[in-house]
Nanobody, 117 residues
Framework: QVQLVESGGGLVQPGGSLTLSCEAS????????MGWYRQAPGKQREMVAV???????NYGDSVKGRFTISRGNAKNTVYLQMNSLKPEDTAVYYC???????????WGQGTQVTVSS
């Protein structure tokens, strides 16, 4: 079992920045990758960014060049630095992990990001 707790969401103006954090606890030794997903009202959940235990990253097309995913030194924390935010980035952002036994089966409670003037 892995527990995930996100933080850092909020309201920001277009063009602004936010940093999301996610801390994993429990069976963290089984984590192969950590990632961020988001879901806007009326839309399907989509991948934002993922990072493997080896540091390989992958980004959704809509955030490339604006968002950066990174992991903390303890490897059980993942961050999402979001720059040049747009209204279309408004969504609930979820942290998830890929583990050996449950691929992308653990999710945090989500944190709301609202981009609006």
């Amino acid at each position: 079992q892995v527990q995930l707790v996100e933080s850092g969401g909020g309201l920001v103006q277009p063009g602004g920045s936010l940093t999301l954090s996610c801390e994993a606890s429990g069976s963290i030794f089984s984590i192969n990758a950590m990632g961020w997903y988001r879901q806007a009202p009326g839309k399907q959940r989509e991948m934002v960014a993922v990072i493997t235990s080896g540091g390989i990253t992958n980004y959704g097309d809509s955030v490339k060049g604006r968002f950066t995913i990174s992991r903390g030194n303890a490897k059980n924390t993942v961050y999402l630095q979001m720059n040049s935010l747009k209204p279309e980035d408004t969504a609930v952002y979820y942290c998830s992990v890929d583990t050996s036994d449950v691929p992308w089966g653990y999710w945090g409670q989500g944190t709301q990001v609202t981009v609006s003037s």
